[in-house]
């Protein structure tokens, strides 16, 4: 494990190298050894009410994942498996792009844990969610 964190140029290829963070159209603000913070970009296919137009929680879900999981990639050079995830819905997040801040609580050699604060457009806090991943070295 290291105590340098990655670039952001770096920690944006890792992110862009799936398919599902490519839809999510993922863009690295920052990374460093406090945290990391990206964007994801609207899309129209978020809407979960039409009427409504808020965003579905499973992708609030799956931002607070990704950032989470990353906050910890930059630290060790590689995307980490998540165990369990714990998700926290603030106020509905409506039409426009997400910012997710996140950073690592504890770097351990087998398990690791990191949390993620999801912003709109307007600064305003609509999720937060805390995850476990396995950070053990691959074989």
Known sequence: MSDEA???????ELIMRGPFNQ??????????KDGVE??????EEWVVHPERRF?????LAAIVDVAADYAIAARIGRPVPTIDLRVDYHKAAMPGDITAKARVVRLGGQFS????????TEGALVASGRGTYFTAAPK
């Open 6 to 12: 990655i670039s952001i140029e770096k920690l944006q």
């Open 23 to 32: 839809w999510l159209n993922f863009t690295t603000v920052s990374a460093g």
């Open 38 to 43: 990206i964007k994801a970009a609207w899309r």
């Open 55 to 59: 965003t579905h929680g499973g992708i």
């Open 113 to 120: 844990t990191a949390e993620a604060y999801l912003y709109d």
